[in-house]
């Protein structure tokens, strides 16, 4: 079970709008600690997709961005494309473990 | 371009330890911008962070896996390493190898491609 809860799956059509959302509590989220979003394709290592406020590595398309509330984080990717299916994971830090925590993961289907 | 390459037996033996080492190139692992570090991932599960680093040598586990982890730096050779003991099944997974940038939970901006090891007797 992880720290973060995350939905498993989402999907989508083409063109439409997606959210993922990462809900924690108190201790990480809620505390104030920075959210960083990946996207993992298949048969392949995770790659950062957007970290803390809205900040995007080189290569990032602004159709994808974050948003934070109280113990929760969303990652939303507009005008969804066929190359956005893969798995989306959220991490942070959570004080009462001591530990980076990841979020359990979406798979994003694009239909 | 930065790059982290994982090496090590795909193979441990149950109540053995793993072994594994990540070769840096394309940059200094002394470098006092970022953070090194481990990240395991089961075959068809999650994320699990086992352990960060310092180029001087502090460590964070994941208290999970404290009493059982041990990471460190070779800063001459460029290379960090990941030593895991008494492993069973349940440690079978792809070690991947990350750089952390701002700080300790920063965010993990390079991955190495990972490794794939298997416990079996």
């Known amino acids: 079970q992880s720290v973060l809860t995350q939905p498993p799956s989402v999907s989508g059509a083409p063109g439409q709008r997606v959210t993922i959302s990462c809900t924690g509590s108190r201790f990480n989220i809620g505390a104030g600690y920075d959210v960083h979003w990946y996207q993992q394709l298949p048969r392949t290592a995770p790659k950062l997709l957007i970290y803390a406020n809205n900040n995007r590595p080189s290569g990032v398309p602004d159709r994808i961005s974050v948003s934070k509330s109280g113990t929760s984080a969303s990652l939303a990717i507009t005008g969804l494309q066929a190359e956005d299916e893969a798995d989306y994971y959220c991490?942070?830090?959570?004080?009462?473990?001591?530990?980076?925590?990841f979020g359990g993961g979406t798979k994003l289907t694009v239909l | 371009q930065l790059q982290l390459q994982e090496s090590g037996p795909g193979l441990a033996k149950p109540s053995e330890t793993l072994s594994l080492t990540c070769t840096v190139s394309?940059?200094?692992?002394?470098?006092?911008?970022?953070?090194w570090g481990w990240i395991r991932q089961p075959p068809g599960k999650g994320l699990e962070w086992i352990g960060t680093i310092y180029y001087s040598g502090a460590t964070y586990y994941n208290p999970s896996l404290k009493s059982r982890v041990t990471i460190s730096v070779d800063t001459s050779k460029n290379q960090l390493s990941l030593k895991l003991s008494s492993v069973t099944a349940a440690d079978a997974a792809v070690f991947y190898c990350?750089?952390?940038?701002?700080?300790?939970?920063?965010?993990?901006?390079?991955w190495g491609p990972g490794t794939l090891v298997t416990v079996s007797s």
């Open positions: 990350v750089r952390l940038i701002g700080y300790s939970s920063g965010p993990l901006d390079y």
């Open positions: 394309g940059g200094s692992i002394s470098s006092n911008c970022c953070y």
């Open positions: 991490q942070s830090y959570d004080s009462s473990l001591s530990a980076v925590v």
